[in-house]
């Protein structure tokens, strides 16, 4: 463990130094030097992973393409940056400048025309702040729907106005002017003139505070006021449970003076209470003990990952536009956490009395990683097809297999020999009897699909309100950048379903249904599904994306984080179970 966080250190000293050794260690300048700039991707505004290269569409680029060369964060996000076109030198204004004259063929013209009326924007980096624009606009009659009798114009002038702080640049901003147009509306050759200008703009903003301004958007008071009221919906919730709870416990302290008050009606209520009944049975391990030992152990390292995650968030590694940076931690971290899911499903698997080792380890370490790797596989095969930057390199995908082999094989055998050798006994509190007490017949409601909805609705309502921001921000171009509210409401998600399913385990051991193990993890994990019921309301109704590659990029990956989120609940939700059965079953006189 603490290599592990010696490693995370590590980490985070290597997020945090990425933007100071980025081609301008200091962002300091001199009239004249040239300042690095960057062209990224271009693609549709509301499909955020339909992102093409730059020069893939036909505007004016030098002979040799110079590449910049990225970190494996950088082209996990899609980033693929090339210098760009235009020369800005830093205190040198520039009235409309050529770049170059060029001949646009029908095929070109009808590249840009699509990219038009597609919404395509650009993005590009100068001097590591980012930069977007539209490359035209077009006009149809109000009463038109139609696009394709658009009128399309493509913007052929960028005037870029550049604010400095003494030697240091501030912002960047782009505007374009609308009559430096060209009409692309016909299928004919257009001879286009491509400039740009720029108009540099003095301004008192010291450099430290240069980005704040991406990370306001979210804390407007407007917003702030969203958030707040989110987090006290939450907190209403947590009390309403906690108090149910209490009762609850209060409920079995009360039948357990029973032993010491022989009271009538005191009797009488012990008959009623049918989880003592059962006590023979409740610790009776689960079906399929290897299955359920390797989601705990993955369930767990789940968990680890995304307190790390917030950690290194709460620090302000994540800061607006350290491109990549969450990538490469997610990779990293997940890789040097397997030793803990190896671990944790090696030692409970046999202190349930497990036997198959291997099987263990390979349950382990293919469990949410092998649903990973086939969705990766066929939406990196689509975006090959659609000649995306969505599309991982073959060396990127060389470098993350040898990840894998190298660091995390090694961990997850090194975690399941010492959970193996823990040596740990499970502490049932009852032994267990030889043969299984029946069930009696059930309700529909006290079924398992039935418990699984009641269960994931109430977390799910406590988040639903911060699920738009998050998807906004992972699937749009809004920034997320509270990340303390973030990390509040997820400590609220974790109380209540671990609050909820205790509740239920009750309910369901006082129908003298001993079946709960696995009843417990599947009732934590099905807020994950509420969660992907979500992606679908946002889809539809709150997002603009379409085509077949946003779409499938967004099912696909969102049904990865969903598992995983069912697995990191469900984890929970049964170590909740767990504590709390443990403790009432302690105060029974077993035989």
């Known amino acids: 463990m603490t290599c592990l966080v010696s490693a995370i250190v590590i980490l985070c000293c290597f997020c945090c130094i990425n933007y100071v050794t980025s081609d301008a260690s200091d962002h300091r300048y001199k009239e004249g030097d040239f300042v690095p700039f960057y062209a990224n991707k271009v693609g549709p505004f509301h499909n955020p992973s339909e992102t093409y290269r730059y020069f893939d569409l036909p505007f004016c680029s030098p002979e040799n393409v110079e590449e910049k060369k990225e970190d494996l964060g950088e082209v996990l996000n899609g980033d693929r940056l090339v210098v760009a076109p235009y020369k800005l030198e830093f205190l ?176 009488d209520d012990q008959e009623e209470t049918g989880w003592k009944y059962i006590h023979g049975d409740v610790f009776r391990y689960p079906r399929f003990k290897s299955l359920f030992a390797a989601a705990l152990g993955t369930g767990t390292q789940l968990f680890t990952l995304v307190i790390f995650i917030f950690m290194l968030a709460l620090v302000g590694v994540f800061y607006p536009y350290n491109r990549g940076a969450l990538f490469t931690a997610l990779v990293v971290i997940y890789a040097l956490t397997s030793g803990i899911a190896s671990y944790s499903a090696a030692s409970f698997y046999y202190m349930i009395e497990g036997k198959n080792w291997v099987k263990i380890l390979v349950l382990t370490g293919s469990l949410f990683s092998g649903p990973l790797f086939f969705t990766f596989s066929f939406l990196n095969t689509v975006a090959v097809a659609y000649n995306s930057t969505a599309a991982l390199p073959f060396g990127t995908i060389v470098v993350i297999f040898l990840i894998w082999t190298l660091v995390t094989s090694p961990l997850l055998v090194l975690g399941g020999i010492a959970g193996k050798n823990s040596q740990s006994e499970f502490q049932a509190p009852c032994r267990t009897n030889k043969y299984p007490r029946e069930i009696p017949k059930l309700p529909w409601y006290r079924k398992t699909l039935a418990q699984m909805a009641m269960a994931g609705f109430l977390p799910f309502s406590a988040i639903f309100i911060e699920l738009y921001y998050i998807f906004a921000s992972v699937w749009g171009h809004q920034i997320y950048t509270i990340y303390s509210i973030l990390f509040i409401v997820f400590i609220i998600l974790l109380i209540v379903t671990a609050f909820g399913n205790v509740a239920l385990t009750y309910f369901q051991l006082a129908a003298e249904d001993h079946e709960w193990w696995w009843r417990s993890f599947l009732c934590g994990g099905s807020t994950g599904l509420f969660i992907y019921g979500y992606c679908m309301f946002f889809y539809h109704a709150r997002s603009d994306m379409s085509g077949f590659m946003q779409t499938s990029f967004f099912f696909g990956y969102m049904a990865c984080i969903c598992y995983g989120f069912f697995l990191m609940l469900g984890t929970v939700s049964f170590r909740a179970s767990l504590i709390f059965v443990r403790h009432i079953y302690r105060s029974l006189k077993c035989e």
């Open 92 to 267: 040198i204004d520039k009235k409309p400048e050529s770049i170059c004259q060029k001949m646009l063929t029908r095929k070109e013209v009808a590249q840009f025309r699509h990219a038009v009326l597609k919404d395509y924007f650009y993005q590009m980096y100068y001097d590591d702040l980012p930069i977007w624009g539209f490359l035209g606009r077009f006009e149809t009659d109000e009463k038109d729907v139609d696009t394709n009798e658009a009128t399309v114009y493509l913007f052929r002038n960028v005037h870029f106005e550049i604010l400095y702080n003494n030697d240091r640049i501030i912002d960047v901003f782009v505007k374009n002017d609308p009559n430096a147009v060209v009409d692309l509306t016909e299928d004919r050759e257009v001879n286009v003139d491509f400039t740009y200008s720029v108009k540099w703009i003095e301004t008192d903003i010291p450099f430290e505070k240069r980005l704040e301004k991406y990370s306001q958007t979210s804390s407007l008071s407007h917003h702030l006021e969203i958030h707040w009221f989110s987090i006290i919906n939450s907190c209403v919730t947590v009390l309403l449970l906690t108090g149910f709870l209490a009762m609850i416990l209060m409920r079995v302290l009360k039948n357990d003076f029973v032993k010491f008050t022989p009271d009538e009606e005191a009797l």
